[in-house]
């Protein structure tokens, strides 16, 4: 490497995912210069293809919306769970928060890239198959050391700030050493996508289906349709719920799908035709959200669990928050990163919390499941479902540790 070589820039975003995507088009859209360094070459495959309809704020704040809307995705307009013959359904165009109704479900390899392109469109340049292998925030300025994969060209940036929307890959958190250990317990997914052939066996493809293992009720699986007939399949469990299953993942994920009668009725007619994979150990914690001259954006900084598809509105949130927030500061304005970016961000990520945290230990599928349940209420946790966790207005939102506490138990005595 030329260690004359040094380009600077005022803004690098690490990643061209959907926090990446959408914060540098935001900055762009306010006059900054934006380099995105992406590690990978687009198209590429991904999870998290449910989208709460949280996200399409700031899908149209960052001026995408009319391209998602053209892009013929799945339109999701809820969520269904079911758990043996119980069955219930959760509307988000009817929700206490007002706000977007309904939302897509998408292919993560096509979406990604429609939303980079986006960003591109725009004016963002973003260069693909770059790595960052070294990163310095000690100087006077930020400053990263950069790989090209192709030709292991190595060369230097330095810019006013950088955004990691790395997603687990994990750029910074790695680089320096933030990484915590996450409290919740180690999970395990495994996933596929299969053609569903689903028609008749009453599966609503306008919402996602979450099913909860009819003995096992940790354990949970996720049905996510596709416009193209296709479904994203996927179970999630502990590590000690994979114990003395067949080691192939094909096999594993369909004994849990045979042992779950309404699920396995669904896909009946599936065509198994694509290799299962897994993610393990995925929840993720860190030291701090920001430091002098960077901020972590999305699952780089934190990731709870899949169940309610929390992962990506954290992400463009985010996104949407330190963009705008760096602006201030770009523009010459004094910013607090701690009051006006962590704190703020994480009281959204705590209520999921609190509701994932729920579903495990079974608190708030006795919520889900309840039958007898006031349309009001309802409407306040659906709001949280369609990822309104930041609106304090919602009392479950508010206060959701206790509201939960007190609702689980009226419901269990019902």
């Known amino acids: 490497m030329n260690t004359a070589e040094i380009e600077k820039r005022q803004v690098v975003v690490i990643g061209a995912g959907p926090s990446g995507s959408i914060a540098s088009a935001l900055l762009k859209r306010k006059g900054h210069d934006v380099l995105v360094l992406e590690r990978q070459r687009f198209p590429r495959f991904s999870i998290g293809e449910s989208l709460l309809s949280h996200c399409l704020d700031f899908i149209e704040e960052a001026g995408m919306l009319d391209a998602v809307r053209a892009a013929g995705y799945q339109i999701k307009h809820g969520a269904a769970f079911a758990w043996g013959e119980r ?20 292919v993560r390899a096509d979406f990604d890239k429609l939303l980079a392109d986006e960003a591109e469109r725009q004016g963002v340049e973003i260069r693909y198959e770059e790595e960052i ?5 000690d100087g006077a300025t930020p400053s990263l050391t950069v790989r090209r994969l192709a030709d292991g060209h190595e060369y230097r940036i330095a810019c006013d700030f950088v955004l990691d929307g790395s997603g687990y890959g994990r750029v910074l958190p790695r680089l320096l050493d933030l990484d915590i250990p996450s409290d919740l317990p180690v999970r395990q997914a495994i996933f596929t996508h299969v053609e569903d052939r689903s028609a008749g066996t009453g599966f609503d493809r306008e919402k996602i289906l979450i099913t909860t293992h009819p003995t096992l009720r940790d354990v949970w699986f996720w049905s996510i349709p596709f416009s193209n007939g296709r479904c994203s399949v996927g179970v999630v469990a502990e ?6 299953r067949p080691l192939d993942l094909d096999a594993c994920l369909r004994q849990f799908v045979e042992e779950t009668p309404s699920l396995s009725g669904v896909l009946k007619n599936a065509v198994w035709d694509t290799p299962a994979r897994k993610l393990v150990g995925y929840s993720a914690n860190v030291k701090r959200l920001h430091g002098p001259g960077f901020a972590l954006l999305g699952n780089a900084a934190e990731f709870l669990d899949p169940v309610f598809s929390s992962g ?7 996104s949407s928050m330190a963009a705008n927030l760096l602006h201030r500061q770009l523009s010459g304005e004094t910013v607090d990163w701690e009051e006006d970016f962590a704190i703020p961000l994480k009281r959204g990520v705590d209520t999921f919390r609190v509701y994932v945290e729920g579903w495990y230990d079974g608190a708030f599928q006795d919520v889900i499941y309840y039958e007898k349940a006031s349309p009001e209420i309802r409407r306040m946790i659906s709001s949280i479902l369609a990822g309104y966790a930041w609106d304090e207005r919602n009392p ?9 506490r007190v609702l689980a138990e009226l419901c269990a005595q019902g």
């Open 396 to 404: 479950y939102v508010a206060e959701p540790a206790r509201r939960l």
């Open 133 to 137: 292998i070294a990163a310095d925030f």
């Open 87 to 106: 069955r219930s359904e959760f509307d988000f165009r009817d929700t206490f928060t007002e706000g977007q109704g309904s939302t897509y479900q998408v």
């Open 239 to 244: 590590a000690t719920r994979y114990e003395g």
């Open 312 to 318: 990506v509105t954290i992400a463009m949130r985010s």
